[in-house]
C-alpha cells in the first residue's frame, strides 16, 4: 500500500474512533463540555480545516482508484473473451482488480464516513441546544406556575378570611337575636302578668 493510501487509512481509523465518541452514552455535562470544546475551539477549528483539504485530495484519490477499477475491470473482461491466457496473466489481473477495488473502497468509506460525522456533529449540536432550551423554559413555567399557586394561596385566604368574618357577623346576630327575643318574652311575660293583676283588682 502507498503512502498516501496508508495515510487514507488512518484517517478512516481516525474518524471511526470519533464517531465511536461522538454516539457514546456520555453524560449530559461531559457530552455538553466536549461539544463546547469542539465547536468552539480555535485548535481545532484548524485541524478542520486542515482535515477539509485532505479530504479534498481524498476525493481526487476516490476518483482516480473509480477510474482504475473500472479500467482493470474492462481489461479483465477483454483478456477473458480473448481466449485462453497464461495463469500468471490471471493472477496479474485479479490482483490488480483486488487493489483497485480495495483503494476504491477505502477512500469511498473515509468520504463517507467524513460526511456522516459532520451531518451526526451538527444533530448532535442542535440536540444540545434544544435541551438547553428546554431546561431554561422549564425553570420560567416552573417559576411561573409558583408565583400563580402563590397567587392562588394568597385569593384562597383572603376568600377564607372574609367567609370567617362573615360567619363570626352571623353568629353574633343570632346571639343577638336569641338575647332580644328573650327579653322580649322576659317582658312579656311581666306584661302578662301586670294586666292580669290589674283586672282582677277591677273585677273585685
Do not use: W
Amino acid at each position: 500500500m502507498t503512502i498516501y493510501y496508508s495515510l487514507t487509512f488512518l484517517l478512516l481509523a481516525a474518524e471511526m474512533i470519533t464517531f465511536c465518541l461522538l454516539v457514546s452514552p456520555l453524560p449530559f455535562t461531559v457530552r455538553k463540555k466536549l461539544f463546547r470544546f469542539l465547536s468552539e475551539s480555535p485548535a481545532v477549528a484548524k485541524v478542520a480545516y486542515g482535515l477539509k483539504i485532505s479530504f479534498i485530495f481524498v476525493g481526487i484519490l476516490f476518483l482516480d482508484a473509480l477510474q482504475r477499477m473500472f479500467r482493470v475491470t474492462a481489461e479483465s473482461d477483454m483478456a477473458k473473451t480473448s481466449g485462453p491466457s497464461v495463469h500468471d496473466a490471471r493472477t496479474d489481473f485479479a490482483a490488480r482488480k483486488f487493489y483497485a477495488q480495495r483503494n476504491t473502497y477505502l477512500t469511498g468509506f473515509c468520504l463517507f464516513l467524513s460526511l456522516v460525522l459532520t451531518r451526526t456533529f451538527s444533530i448532535i449540536l442542535d440536540l444540545l441546544h434544544t435541551q438547553e432550551e428546554y431546561a431554561k423554559l422549564k425553570k420560567v413555567v416552573g417559576a411561573g406556575a409558583k408565583g400563580d399557586q402563590t397567587k392562588q394561596i394568597e385569593e384562597l385566604k383572603k376568600k377564607l378570611a372574609a367567609s370567617e368574618a362573615k360567619d363570626r357577623d352571623f353568629e353574633t346576630l343570632k346571639k343577638q337575636a336569641a338575647q332580644q327575643a328573650a327579653e322580649f318574652d322576659r317582658l312579656a311575660s311581666k306584661y302578662n302578668e301586670a294586666t292580669g293583676a290589674v283586672s282582677n283588682k277591677k273585677s273585685d
